[in-house]
Nanobody, 120 residues
Framework: QVQFVESGVGLVQAGGSLRLSCAAT????????MGWYRQGPGKQREWVAG???????KYSDFVKGRFTISRDNAKNMLFLQMNSLEPEDTAVYYC??????????????WGQGTQVTVSS
């Protein structure tokens, strides 16, 4: 089973940028569609962005054009480049495999997440 460790804790002002990383342990990382998710204060966890094994990507409407997801299969790493950050992006960010072909499936194994705080 693949497990994940997120990193890239950051405090940034609105309009700034951060890059999050997710390190996968175990084998077969390159066989999984991967997603970034987040949970803001007082909010439900939500899907942010996803990348398939062929490196095609999808984004939620609220980050499209600002965030970029990428992966490095040779290093078992997943990344999220976040630009033009807004206070509403403040959340704990998680990486996870996609389950059942559905980005909105919140089941499966979660890491500890990494905190992103955007000040206004």
């Amino acid at each position: 089973q693949v497990q994940f460790v997120e990193s890239g804790v950051g405090l940034v002002q609105a309009g700034g940028s951060l890059r999050l990383s997710c390190a996968a342990t175990g084998s077969m990382f390159n066989f999984y569609a991967m997603g970034w998710y987040r949970q803001g204060p007082g909010k439900q966890r939500e899907w942010v962005a996803g990348i398939l094994t062929d490196n095609s990507t999808k984004y939620s409407d609220f980050v499209k054009g600002r965030f970029t997801i990428s992966r490095d299969n040779a290093k078992n790493m997943l990344f999220l480049q976040m630009n033009s950050l807004e206070p509403e992006d403040t959340a704990v960010y998680y990486c996870k495999t996609r389950l059942g072909g559905n980005w909105l499936n919140m089941g499966g194994s979660w890491g500890q997440g990494t905190q992103v705080t955007v000040s206004s």
